[in-house]
């Protein structure tokens, strides 16, 4: 279940899982995917938290501290797997588009 | 100038545009949200502003909880880092608000809030399952007593109301099950094709009618059986149904004090409300069987005798007709026994018995009831149905014969005939009442008899 849910992602959960390549805090990917894709992308807090347990749930990230209600994460190696693979998706993805269109059109 | 406002506001649970939309146009108005339950929202006055609310589920919150968990609090503090603050909480809605111009909506995945709001209703809804399961079964056990008695059925008031309101009841339920799947079904689709969150629609939920329903069904029936131990009962059931509610409330709000565990006030509460109900329940039940009581139903028996190892009752109701208004008697020992009176608003019905000694047997007995009709409509009705009863009681062999009405003062007079043999036994109807009345076998019915019968019991 979890395999197929996640077999694409999202934009919010790619840049969450982006966010987690090093150890953060909640609060900052909050911070951090909207300074990231230049305010195109933002992440509510409750799909953030909603997102967060789902991802734990998937064993792609992990707890890594829990101070009090403050809690830090990671992305685990399975995680880091999904996000290579969607890497690789957009990728040939792009490579498509750019075997059509060219690549100098939209610079 | 009053500076809190308790409103009742009838939104569904999962009505999360409503209840934005609304507690934003109070808080424009001057009153901001303080706390929310079920069916009473409390406002407190503020300078008019332009806020905005949002309005979130927390799945994994109950109605038993006495704080939020530390996961609720997290999540609390991310929505405050992303500059929305919490209002208050009931169970699994979470009201936020900002007075940030475009604070970045809490929510920002459809699919992610569709699902976040089903998780939440399905734990909401196993209720209007059960209520709605049990309301029909309580209807269909009331439709069954209609077919087996009806005129015994639409006498008690009670039944009556209580049969409108146990169909009422699941209906309501049943609708704001559907209403929620049909709005589910379309979000689930709509977010999944174009990650669109389709707003949820509409103020009513059906569902609060029922607390009125209940309260209603509770009056009438104080009042259509005022004057009898009914009455009483009546009251000691209701107190005790209101006071476990009471009691519910009030170990939370401790427990909410002393910031105790969900899992302690889930089992306080469900242990000691078990308890008040099934003690109060049991008592009254005993109260009302045991003779010695105040509350015992049962009309007290004038006389207790054994007759051949038996035991017999004598009774000194105030009937009516008595056989010593028809016929001379020196017997003094009858037993004048009123075995049922009801009276509805539709029907009036007496069932009365009177019976010798069971010493005494060969003194006439005499067996009569006598049914009212408040409504036109419900004569006939009323009239063939105490002719069915027979039949349903003796089978096909039982008939009913015209016969000469005028001796008996009425309209219509039947006699009836048990395998082809006429008994003892006339349905005589009157302008405005039905009278089955059945005499002793060997008893030959003459015409003054039949005219006091008239002036007793016609009407």
């Known amino acids: ?107 | 100038m009053k500076n809190i406002k308790i409103c009742y506001v009838p939104f569904a649970s999962h009505n999360r545009n409503g209840i934005e939309k609304y507690l934003e146009e109070k808080a424009r108005e001057g009153w901001m949200l303080e706390k929310l339950t079920d069916f009473l929202w409390k406002f407190r006055r503020i300078e008019p502003k332009k806020m905005r609310f949002s309005v979130t589920y927390f799945p994994k919150a109950s109605d038993f909880d006495t704080k939020p968990s530390d996961e609720q609090e997290s999540f609390y503090d991310l929505c405050e880092h992303s500059g929305w603050k919490l209002v208050t909480s009931d169970a699994q809605i979470q009201i936020f608000c900002s007075e940030e111009e475009n604070p970045t909506p809490i929510e920002t995945d459809a699919v992610l809030e569709v699902a976040t709001i089903h998780s939440a209703k399905k734990k909401y809804l196993i209720t209007n399952y059960i209520i709605t399961v049990l309301g029909l079964i309580h209807f269909i056990t009331y439709l069954m007593l209609f077919f087996q008695n009806p005129i015994a059925f639409l006498s008690k008031g009670e039944m009556f109301i209580s049969t409108f309101c146990s169909l009422m009841i699941p209906t309501l339920y049943a609708v704001e099950i559907g209403k929620y799947y049909a709005w589910y079904k379309k979000a689930k689709r709509t977010a999944e094709l174009n990650g669109e969150f389709i707003e949820t629609k509409g103020r009513e939920n059906f569902q609060h009618i029922t607390p009125c329903l209940l309260i209603l069904d509770v009056i009438f029936y104080i009042f259509s059986t005022i004057d009898s131990k009914k009455t009483i009962i009546a009251l000691i059931f209701a107190s005790i149904a209101f006071g476990a509610v009471i009691l519910a409330v009030l170990i939370h709000i401790m427990m909410k004090k002393l910031k105790a565990s969900t899992k302690l006030n889930r089992t306080l509460i469900i242990v000691l409300v078990s308890l008040i109900v099934s003690c109060g329940m049991g008592t009254l039940i005993y109260s009302i069987n045991d003779s010695k009581s105040v509350l015992y139903a049962k009309r007290d028996t004038a006389e207790i005798y054994e007759y051949n190892g038996l035991t017999h009752k004598t009774y000194h109701d105030d009937i009516p007709l008595k056989i010593e208004d028809l016929t001379e008697t020196d017997y003094e020992g009858y037993s004048y026994q009123i075995v049922s009176y009801d009276k509805s608003v539709l029907v009036e019905q007496i069932v009365v018995k009177q019976r010798p000694r069971a010493d005494a047997l060969k003194n006439p007995s005499l067996d009569y009831s006598v049914v009212t009709p408040k409504a036109p409509f419900l004569y006939n009705f009323c009239k063939n149905e105490m002719f069915d009863i027979w039949k349903r009681n003796y089978g096909e062999d039982v008939e009913k014969c015209k016969i000469d009405a005028s001796p008996w003062k009425a309209k219509e007079a039947y006699q009836v005939k048990y395998c082809d043999e006429m008994t003892n036994t006339f349905l005589i109807c009157y302008e405005n009442n039905i009278v089955q009345i059945s005499f002793e076998y060997d008893w030959q019915v003459t015409a003054e008899q039949m005219e006091i019968v008239a002036q007793k019991l016609g009407k």
């Open chain 1, 1 to 107: 279940m979890a395999r197929m849910k996640f077999q694409t992602l999202t934009e919010q959960m790619f840049y969450t899982l982006l966010c987690l390549k090093d150890e953060c805090y909640g609060m900052d990917i909050l911070d951090r995917v909207p300074a990231m894709t230049n305010q195109r992308v933002n992440v509510g807090s409750g799909t953030l938290y909603t997102l967060l347990e789902q991802f734990l749930d998937a064993e792609m990230i992990q707890e890594t501290k829990v101070e009090g209600r403050k809690r830090s994460y990671v992305l685990t190696d399975k995680g880091k797997e999904i996000l290579e693979k969607e890497c690789i998706r957009l990728s040939a993805q792009l490579k498509d588009y750019y075997s059509i269109f060219g690549k100098g059109e939209n610079e």
